[in-house]
């Protein structure tokens, strides 16, 4: 049993988020290079939650039906992020970060799908890694010139070591996607809860101080829909 054309589903049934993104008036400043250090350290401060939650429920259900098709280690950002945060933080950079309120209520919902309907993880796991696969390079790319970083620092989070060709890794996720062990039902269930998703990450995005961070939110969406 599964949906063989879900990848095409799910993309579809979120193209109101999309548009919904698109319509913010944010990118201008973003192109511009308008890139706040201290809003960029407290946006991966919240992304190291948010990461953290989800791969840590991705691996406990690494024997599930379902969870179990996307843990794809090759896609972890923990790691990734506590360099960054390290790196803009110091050493103790443990005591320093606490998640925005809009970063708890995204973490918090992760862990309520997983313990309850953890088929729903696949919405908050596509909608992350394969935006941040997608558009990536090019956030890496503005966010280094901005902040004036060297190769390296501060910006791991953007690296995908493991993933020489991210275009035919994508190709393959998809693959898992439409070979999923789900039914119309489930995917259904998923691509609603995909669209929450955004609206989590328009949420953590908007809580943050400085209009770089609007219009990361706007390029991470289109980055989303328009490079799968």
């Not at 193209?15 to 944010?26: G, M, R």
């Not at 791991?156 to 070591?161: I, K, L, T």
């Not at 439409?178 to 259904?188: E, R, S, T």
């Not at 691509?191 to 609206?199: L, T, V």
């Amino acid at each position: 049993m599964s949906v063989s054309d879900f990848s095409i589903q799910i993309k579809e049934g979120t193209k109101k988020s999309h548009s919904a993104a698109e319509n913010t008036s944010f990118v201008a400043s973003f192109l511009r290079g308008v890139v706040s250090k201290e809003s960029y350290k407290k946006l991966i401060s919240d992304l190291y939650f948010v990461y953290s939650a989800m791969e840590e429920e991705v691996d406990n259900l690494k024997d599930h039906p379902i969870i179990g098709q996307i843990q794809l280690p090759d896609l972890n950002r923990v790691n990734a992020l506590e360099k960054d945060v390290r790196f803009f933080y110091g050493p103790i950079w443990r005591s320093l970060i606490t998640p925005s309120e809009a970063c708890n209520q995204y973490v918090n919902r992760i862990r309520e799908v997983a313990k309850n309907e953890p088929e729903l993880l696949v919405s908050h796991h596509y909608t992350r890694y394969l935006g941040d696969l997608s558009g990536g390079q090019i956030l890496k790319g503005i966010a280094q010139k901005a902040m004036e970083l060297g190769d390296g620092q501060g910006l791991q989070f953007y690296e995908f070591e493991k993933i020489e060709d991210p275009k035919a890794y994508k190709a393959g996720y998809k693959g898992i996607l439409n070979n999923l062990p789900i039914d119309q039902k489930q995917a259904d269930a998923i691509i609603e809860e995909a669209n929450y998703a955004f609206k989590l990450n328009m949420d953590m995005f908007n809580s943050l101080e400085g209009n770089w961070f609007q219009s990361l939110l706007q390029i991470f969406i289109s980055s989303v829909f328009k490079k799968k």
